[in-house]
């Protein structure tokens, strides 16, 4: 759905969205030029696009952690004439934040192959050069794999690429096994280091792909449709070029139980939208099994719109009405209404649109929690530390949309906490080791530069993933 329509939806559901305050909560400090797609920064800090396109914006924090009482700045400019809506993405391992595509640039229907990283360290945007096999990308899946390489599935044909962020270079990728076009998918990674997709092209069948292998296998039949019917025909590109939209789904979210929740959009001559749950095989070539989930309540779906994981392990999804709901492993339970782009913060709270914060009941599972085995005892402002320990990268990506959008969760943060003020601080992170989900009792690790106007002293110390923190270690800032 392109940002614009997200801005007049989320304006529409304001009055709802105060009302309901015991579980959505205004931000007190509204985006400047309000807010499309976010992400989260190794830093602590959430940037988001503003509803002009190429300008990107800072939400901070306040010095106890609060986001509610956060603070905005702008940030650099996209690159002149790159101005996206709905384009693939990813924070990546190094920290920079990675954009590729667009189904729009600068409101005309393009599916543009322009690209740019950003750089949180030096504030710049800098392009990306295309792969120089691809003349279109538009809104195309795409998932970091674990080694730290970025994927992204030309969504015209079956053909997938991957981009080697030291290098800033595209490399062709095998997709023999494909069943249809990348067109409209949603990727989510999973635990063995597949990737597992739910077809729109060719609904009900799933498949997954197998980095190792460079093939795609079967997945099974998610049982229902999820994928709803496009009501375009032909949408004309690149001159007299026509693409056929195949439909659309919904966000799909890996769980702490190793299970996948699919949602869905309102499948043709029907008038019921639903979800399904997906449970994978002992090994990454079996097709693993479906079951059907609850339905949504009729007039509403999850077609081309976002999901995040909450850290009791419930599965927070927003319906294309603004209706957001937790499903908890049974049920699909109705909550508040809120509108744009969905990922949890390291206070556990879910951003919603940049607007509003979503606090749920109940807890994690301290088995879920990342763990710190090693990790220096003093620290000096201004320098760079290693850390490491067990799930720094959390039980699941975090953060799912129908295919495009894509704002995921899955690496380390580090905080720290001055006991004597009790103020908190976020220390940039950067380097992970691998960018695997339920990585179990792996050590894994990754480095941390401490803020140079951090406060010294006693402190403690916490990693956070998909905002649940370890237990805190004591340290001492120099």
Request: with cysteine.
């Amino acid at each position: 759905m392109p940002r614009r329509l997200l801005a007049i939806a989320l304006i529409l559901l304001t009055v709802s969205s105060v009302s309901l305050a015991q579980t959505l909560q205004r931000l007190k400090n509204q985006p400047p030029d309000g807010a499309g797609t976010g992400f989260l920064l190794t830093d602590g800090t959430a940037m988001f696009q503003g509803n002009a396109g190429s300008d990107w914006w800072k939400l901070t924090p306040d010095n106890t952690g609060s986001y509610l009482n956060g603070t905005w700045s702008r940030l650099a400019s996209l690159p002149a004439g790159y101005v996206p809506d709905a384009f693939a993405s990813a924070v990546l391992a190094d920290g920079r934040v990675v954009i590729v595509g667009g189904e729009y640039n600068n409101g005309a229907f393009v599916l543009t192959n322009q690209g740019a990283i950003y750089d949180p360290k030096a504030n710049t945007w800098t392009s990306l050069t295309p792969p120089s096999f691809w003349p279109f990308i538009g809104d195309s899946p795409s998932v970091v794999l674990p080694n730290g390489k970025f994927l992204v599935g030309n969504k015209l044909v079956k053909q997938t690429a991957v981009l080697d962020p030291a290098t800033l270079t595209w490399t062709k990728v095998s997709s023999a096994g494909k069943s249809d076009f990348n067109a409209e998918e949603g990727w989510t990674l999973m635990p063995d280091g597949t990737i597992l997709t739910e077809d729109v092209k060719n609904a009900p069948n799933a498949e997954k792909y197998i980095p190792a292998m460079h093939k795609w296998v079967t997945a099974g039949s998610t049982i229902v449709d999820l994928h709803s019917p496009s009501p375009f025909g032909c949408l004309n590109y690149g001159g007299q070029q026509c693409y056929q939209p195949p439909g659309e789904i919904g966000p799909a979210i890996l769980r702490p139980d190793g299970t996948v929740f699919a949602t869905g959009s309102t499948p043709k001559n029907q008038n019921t939208a639903h979800t399904a749950i997906y449970t994978p095989g002992p090994t990454p070539t079996d097709p693993g099994t479906w079951t059907v989930g609850p339905d949504f309540p009729t007039g509403d779906e999850a077609g081309d719109s976002f999901a995040a994981l909450l850290p009791n392990g419930n599965v927070l999804v927003e319906g294309v009405t603004g209706r957001l709901y937790e499903f908890d492993g049974t049920n699909l339970n109705k909550g508040p209404s809120g509108f744009g782009s969905l990922f949890v913060l390291p206070t556990g709270e879910v951003i919603v649109g940049g607007t509003d914060l979503y606090t749920s009941t109940g807890t994690f599972s301290t088995a879920w929690a990342p763990t710190i085995t090693t990790f220096p005892a003093t620290v000096t402002r201004g320098s760079t530390f290693k850390i490491s320990g067990t799930q720094f990268n959390g039980l699941s990506q975090a953060a799912s949309f129908g295919d495009e959008f894509e704002t995921s969760t899955n690496y380390p943060l580090v905080r720290i906490t001055n006991k004597a003020t009790g103020h908190v601080f976020y220390a940039k992170t950067h380097d992970h080791s691998t960018m695997a989900v339920a990585t179990g009792s792996k050590i894994v690790s990754t480095n941390f530069d401490v803020p140079t106007g951090m406060e010294t002293g006693a402190s403690s110390l916490e990693v956070v993933a998909n905002g649940i923190p370890s237990q805190p270690v004591s340290i001492t800032v120099n």
